[in-house]
T-cell receptor
Framework: RKEVEQDPGPFNVPEGATVAFNCTYS??????FFWYRQDCRKEPKLLMS???SGNEDGRFTAQLNRASQYISLLIRDSKLSDSATYLC????????????FGKGTHLIIQP | DTEVTQTPKHLVMGMTNKKSLKCEQH?????MYWYKQKAKKPPELMFV???????INESVPSRFSPECPNSSLLNLHLHALQPEDSALYLC?????????????FGAGTRLSVL
């Protein structure tokens, strides 16, 4: 079983729509959770950290469900510039301090 | 713009060459990382340095040799690479290793092995 699983998409979404991605992780000891965004041929950039209480940053909302071991990202009022690959990322911690990445969900916002 | 700087941006090398990738950060971070990313795949962790000491080596072949000369610099020495080693090599840093520490990535070195 893969450690971090995401639907690779692509998700083709009209501009202005709301889109949601989910991600599941297999290691219940995972301690930190993030969404990164990666544009084509660029480095991953942190979009937001994900907390059990949920967090919101403008049009973006992230949620963590530890009991079910899934993480979600909601994008409201999507913009053309939101087109990218969204990587669900988990840090197991406890000495294994690299990040484990999902394969990413490819989002295409269409005008 | 990223505060983690990687050089060179692009590198082409033959299988008998020796080259080095460099990474620098001036954020005072004490943890630095090397990742490898193949096309259409997520980054995969190679090495973790914490306080200039190697703490994790994810079973990387010895033709990749990391070095951390000081807290701001991280090198990756390459020797006798294979064509399948062609990839984007990403450096990252975080304040410390451990829970909750956000990793910031450099723009990467795109390596082609001929």
């Amino acid at each position: 079983r893969k450690e971090v699983e995401q639907d690779p998409g692509p998700f083709n979404v009209p501009e202005g729509a709301t889109v949601a991605f989910n991600c599941t992780y297999s290691n219940s000891a995972s301690q930190s959770f993030f969404w990164y965004r990666q544009d084509c041929r660029k480095e991953p950039k942190l979009l937001m950290s994900v907390y059990s209480s949920g967090n919101e940053d403008g049009r973006f909302t992230a949620q963590l469900n530890r009991a079910s071991q899934y993480i979600s990202l909601l994008i409201r009022d999507s913009k053309l510039s939101d087109s990218a690959t969204y990587l669900c990322v988990v840090n197991i911690g406890g000495g294994a301090d690299g990040l484990t990445f999902g394969k990413g969900t490819h989002l295409i916002i269409q005008p | 713009d990223t505060e983690v700087t990687q050089t060179p941006k692009h590198l082409v090398m033959g299988m008998t060459n020796k080259k080095s990738l460099k990474c620098e950060q001036h954020m005072g971070h004490r943890a630095m990382y090397w990742y490898k990313q193949k096309a259409k795949k997520p980054p995969e962790l190679m090495f973790v340095y914490s306080y200039e000491k190697l703490s994790i080596n994810e079973s990387v072949p010895s033709r990749f040799s990391p070095e951390c000369p000081n807290s701001s610099l991280l090198n990756l020495h390459l020797h006798a690479l294979q064509p399948e080693d062609s990839a984007l090599y990403l450096c990252a840093s975080s304040q410390e290793v451990g829970r909750g520490n956000i990793q910031y990535f450099g723009a990467g070195t795109r390596l082609s092995v001929l």
